[in-house]
């Protein structure tokens, strides 16, 4: 009989899990809140409560399963699974995950950055097509992500490969939280769209709604923004076309560098689906060469909110 296997996705406002089988398929997915009081000292106690109530409500017993993978914030170390500088979760201090988990379950168990986690369960399960180079951006509040060279995840001398968020597209641009400027997530995220229609409507001139909104103060998120491009709103589709280019280019530097089978592009903001693909892909092609034009390709990601727990599952079936 085969076994199954736990995935755990960390994030500052929910923990979701889920029992998956060794092809990934989700048999049981479920999530408690993130509770960040105490400087998150509850966090990591509540997952394995969680964990043992689940067990027994499924009556099922630890030695169904080959081990636990977990996808965090913050660095990661990976000889002893502990999570440093996760901010959002108010962990200030080292906090020792791995070893509590252990102790606590007695699976085998396995942790990397949530970025990296997503980015295996995408290749596993979702848009890459379990292709051994994948390279994974997901678009929220800022650009996260993760690259698969050679069917292993690329995490560099110090821990910070993949920080495509990073990739400075703009020098002369808007200043990132990371003390650089014109990285990547500062134009190509939700805050990004909002960053740009700023910029825009200070020197647009004609007849907008998006105009009209930012004047008037009013909310506008960046969904308003792709709405109103695909309503044929000028300044709204200017504002797309510089999201597109930026993005376009730093694929076209992933392409390049990397030749992947596969870019994929998730998060909130690739809601805006082909309207917004189309239009990067384009530019993506204007800035590669030959043969990565056609041998790389473009992709949505297709897993949504399962991506962490899916990569999780994969973590642990890999190195179990």
Same mark, same amino acid.
């Given at each position: 009989?085969?076994?199954?296997?736990?995935?755990?996705?960390?994030?500052?406002?929910? @923990?979701?899990?889920?029992i998956?089988?060794?092809?990934?398929?989700?048999?049981?997915?479920?999530?408690?809140?993130?509770?960040i009081?105490?400087e998150?000292?509850?966090?990591?106690p509540?997952?394995?409560?969680?964990?043992?109530?689940?067990?027994?409500?499924?009556?099922?017993?630890?030695?169904?399963?080959?081990?636990?993978?977990m996808?965090?914030?913050?660095?990661?170390?990976?000889a002893?699974?502990s999570v440093?500088?996760?901010?959002n979760l108010?962990?200030?201090?080292?906090v020792? @995950?791995?070893?509590?988990i252990?102790?606590?379950i007695?699976?085998?168990?396995?942790?990397?950055?949530?970025?990296?986690?997503?980015?295996?369960?995408?290749?596993?399960?979702?848009?890459?097509?379990d292709?051994?180079h994948?390279v994974?951006l997901?678009?929220?509040?800022?650009?996260?992500?993760?690259?698969?060279?050679?069917?292993?995840?690329?995490?560099?001398?110090?821990?910070?490969g993949?920080?495509?968020?990073?990739?400075?597209?703009?020098?002369?641009?808007?200043?990132?939280?990371?003390?650089?400027?014109g990285c990547?997530?500062?134009?190509?995220?939700?805050?990004?769209?909002?960053?740009?229609?700023?910029?825009y409507?200070e020197l647009?001139?004609?007849?907008?709604?998006?105009?009209?909104?930012?004047?008037?103060?009013?909310e506008?998120t960046?969904?308003v923004?792709?709405?109103?491009?695909?309503?044929?709103?000028?300044?709204?589709?200017i @504002?797309v076309?510089?999201?597109?280019?930026?993005?376009?280019?730093?694929?076209?530097?992933?392409?390049?560098?990397?030749?992947?089978?596969?870019? @994929?592009?998730?998060?909130g903001?690739?809601?805006?689906?082909?309207?917004l693909?189309?239009?990067?892909e384009?530019?993506?092609?204007?800035?590669t060469?030959?043969n990565?034009?056609?041998?790389?390709?473009?992709?949505?990601?297709?897993l949504?909110?399962?991506a962490?727990v899916?990569?999780?599952g994969?973590?642990?079936?890999?190195?179990?």
């Amino acid at each position: 009989m085969s076994k199954k296997i736990l995935g755990i996705d960390l994030g500052g406002t929910s @923990v979701k899990l889920a029992i998956l089988t060794e092809e990934g398929e989700i048999q049981q997915k479920w999530s408690i809140q993130t509770n960040i009081l105490n400087e998150g000292s509850e966090i990591v106690p509540d997952i394995i409560d969680s964990i043992r109530h689940h067990l027994k409500l499924y009556q099922m017993t630890t030695d169904e399963f080959i081990g636990i993978g977990m996808g965090s914030p913050g660095a990661i170390n990976l000889a002893d699974g502990s999570v440093t500088g996760a901010f959002n979760l108010n962990w200030k201090e080292t906090v020792e @995950v791995k070893k509590q988990i252990v102790d606590a379950i007695g699976l085998p168990f396995f942790i990397d950055n949530d970025a990296n986690v997503a980015a295996l369960g995408e290749k596993w399960r979702g848009a890459g097509n379990d292709d051994d180079h994948v390279v994974f951006l997901t678009l929220g509040t800022g650009v996260g992500g993760g690259i698969i060279a050679n069917g292993q995840l690329v995490r560099g001398t110090a821990g910070s490969g993949g920080e495509v968020g990073h990739i400075t597209v703009d020098p002369e641009g808007i200043d990132c939280t990371c003390g650089k400027k014109g990285c990547l997530e500062t134009v190509a995220s939700a805050s990004g769209v909002l960053n740009l229609t700023r910029r825009y409507a200070e020197l647009y001139a004609g007849d907008s709604e998006l105009k009209r909104l930012i004047d008037d103060g009013s909310e506008v998120t960046s969904k308003v923004v792709f709405d109103l491009a695909k309503e044929g709103d000028d300044l709204a589709n200017i @504002v797309v076309d510089r999201f597109a280019f930026y993005l376009g280019l730093a694929c076209s530097h992933l392409g390049n560098i990397l030749n992947p089978k596969h870019i @994929v592009i998730g998060g909130g903001v690739s809601n805006a689906g082909e309207f917004l693909m189309k239009k990067v892909e384009a530019y993506f092609l204007q800035f590669t060469f030959p043969n990565v034009q056609q041998t790389t390709s473009i992709k949505i990601a297709e897993l949504g909110n399962d991506a962490g727990v899916i990569g999780a599952g994969y973590l642990a079936k890999v190195q179990s």
